[in-house]
């Protein structure tokens, strides 16, 4: 009788076939990749430095997103209006934040945003996501309104094509509508300071250069 082939060099069960141990293969790398990205994202949480979450959009053209008004916020002089990731790219540096009335953070971080307007001189683009629009005035009625636009993510569906993990987020844009830079998590001094500043600074000096890493 003909001997079995023991093909235990392989590293592998003895005769388990060729196909299967491939659609092993094909079942346990995704698993991994996925166990890996989730370590990371508990890792960057758990460590209270939320910046440290990836940003495949870095270097990348902003997703083709438009963001709709919101209904009745006015300046004084006019209806604010929304804006698209289009106008982005005009050969001007800018800044995106995303945000909300319920995200208490963003609350927090609404007055470092004017800071942040008035030291950079770069026009600052909100998008006001998920939200009540009566709300969303209050919200900048109170806390004030450092957005040149401001747009809306009813449904969320933008937020995901900009990869937002949650409020708020902001992210520095070059003159080409470019990201060259994230921020997860409510600015703060430190972060205005080390991070944001320098972004947009490097942005100006460099409009068509490589881009910055994600903070």
């Not at 990749?33 to 902003?62: N, Q, Y």
């Not at 001189?121 to 957005?147: E, S």
């Not at 320098?198 to 100006?204: D, F």
Request: with cysteine.
């Amino acid at each position: 009788m003909q001997k079995p082939v023991d093909d235990r060099g392989t590293g592998s069960e003895p005769g388990t076939p060729p196909a299967r141990k491939r659609s092993l293969t094909w079942v346990i790398v995704p698993v991994l990749v996925f166990a890996a990205l989730v370590a990371l994202f508990a890792f960057a949480l758990t460590t209270g430095d939320p910046s440290r979450l990836p940003s495949a959009l870095i270097g990348k053209p902003a997703p083709a997103t438009d963001f709709p008004a919101l209904a009745g916020l006015s300046d004084g002089t006019g209806a604010v209006p929304g804006f698209s990731s289009a106008q982005l790219a005009n050969g001007k540096v800018s800044v995106v934040n995303f945000w909300a009335s319920w995200c208490a953070e963003c609350a927090e971080e609404q007055g470092l945003l004017q800071v942040l307007k008035q030291r950079s001189g770069v026009p600052l683009y909100g998008v006001n996501y998920k939200d009540d629009a009566v709300a969303a005035r209050r919200f900048l009625g109170r806390y004030g309104n450092p957005f040149a636009a401001v747009g809306t993510d009813k449904n969320g569906r933008n937020a995901i094509e900009w990869g937002v993990y949650g409020m708020p987020e902001t992210f520095v844009v070059n003159g080409k509508g470019e990201i060259v830079f994230k921020h997860v998590g409510a600015v703060t001094p430190q972060s205005l300071e080390g991070k944001l500043l320098p972004a947009i600074e490097k942005a100006k000096a460099l409009p068509s250069a490589g881009a910055s890493q994600s903070g």
